[in-house]
């Protein structure tokens, strides 16, 4: 079964300390990976899509990096105006539901001043 | 100002009453998709359609339905058959299924 797993759940960070979130997935086809930012009560905004490992992508803090069983969005020097829940799915490259994507949970990031 | 526009952003509804959600978008995107999001899941696919006057059922369609008569325009009905209604609904499009989705503001639903 298709599935994506993002860890942690949750992440409390100071401000200025960099560190990275988690997405493990498992799909016998990648035809891409995505990342988004969710603020509270709002639509997710996208972020980055990587289709193959060793693919990176950056906007200002952020970088996005893909293995072929994982993805990793860096976070370097973070800000309070950071903090958000951040979204991974992926889209598998066959089957029925081609096109469709698979969400994870999320991982809710709190940067404190 | 290019975008996607959902309305009302919070809607309270009676048990038993069907509720109808709109979706419009004006970024000439082909593909629109309804999704859920309940606190703790990830976002489950309720319905899709890749091009105008066609539609699929996602992973939740059961007591939910849609039309797409128009390019921009993919309204989402709650039907009083759907036995846990009240969540987050997303609205997103994408210029078609190979190309990142974006997402609406969303509508919370409550029913009572």
Same mark, same amino acid.
């Given at each position: 079964?298709?599935?994506?797993?993002? !860890?942690?759940?949750? @992440?409390?960070?100071?401000?200025?300390? !960099?560190? !990275?979130?988690?997405?493990? $997935?498992?799909?016998?086809?990648?035809?891409? @990976?995505?990342? $988004?930012?969710?603020?509270?009560?709002?639509?997710?905004?996208?972020?980055?899509?990587?289709? %193959?490992?060793?693919?990176?992508?950056?906007?200002?803090?952020?970088?996005?990096? @893909?293995?072929?069983?994982? %993805?990793?969005?860096?976070?370097?020097?973070?800000?309070?105006?950071? !903090?958000?829940?951040?979204?991974?799915?992926?889209?598998?490259?066959?089957?029925? %539901?081609?096109?469709?994507?698979?969400?994870?949970?999320?991982?809710?990031? %709190?940067?404190?001043? | 100002?290019?975008?996607?526009?959902?309305? &009302?952003?919070? +809607?309270?509804?009676? #048990?038993?009453?069907?509720?109808?959600?709109?979706? /419009?978008?004006? +970024?000439?995107?082909?593909?629109?998709?309804?999704?859920?999001?309940?606190?703790?899941?990830?976002? =489950? +696919?309720?319905?899709?359609?890749?091009?105008?006057?066609?539609?699929?059922?996602?992973?939740?369609? /059961?007591?939910?339905?849609?039309? =797409? *008569?128009?390019? *921009?325009?993919?309204? +989402?009905?709650?039907?009083?058959?759907?036995?846990? &209604?009240?969540?987050?609904?997303?609205?997103?499009?994408?210029?078609?299924?190979?190309? #990142?989705?974006?997402?609406?503001?969303?509508?919370?639903?409550?029913?009572?």
């Amino acid at each position: 079964e298709d599935q994506v797993t993002q !860890s942690p759940e949750a @992440l409390r960070l100071q401000e200025g300390e !960099s560190s !990275s979130l988690n997405c493990s $997935y498992t799909v016998s086809g990648l035809r891409g @990976l995505f990342w $988004y930012r969710q603020d509270p009560g709002k639509g997710p905004e996208f972020l980055f899509t990587l289709y %193959s490992a060793g693919e990176e992508k950056e906007k200002e803090r952020l970088k996005a990096t @893909l293995t072929k069983k994982e %993805s990793f969005l860096h976070i370097t020097a973070p800000k309070p105006e950071d !903090s958000a829940t951040y979204l991974c799915a992926v889209q598998a490259d066959y089957g029925g %539901s081609q096109g469709n994507l698979i969400f994870g949970k999320g991982t809710k990031l %709190s940067v404190k001043p | 100002d290019g975008g996607i526009t959902q309305s &009302p952003k919070y +809607l309270f509804r009676k #048990e038993g009453q069907n509720v109808t959600l709109s979706c /419009e978008q004006n +970024l000439n995107h082909d593909a629109m998709y309804w999704y859920r999001q309940d606190p703790g899941q990830g976002l =489950r +696919l309720i319905y899709y359609s890749q091009i105008v006057n066609d539609f699929q059922k996602g992973d939740i369609a /059961e007591g939910y339905s849609v039309s =797409r *008569e128009k390019k *921009e325009s993919f309204p +989402l009905t709650v039907t009083s058959a759907q036995k846990n &209604p009240t969540a987050f609904y997303l609205c997103a499009s994408s210029r078609n299924k190979d190309y #990142e989705q974006y997402f609406g503001p969303g509508t919370r639903l409550t029913v009572t």
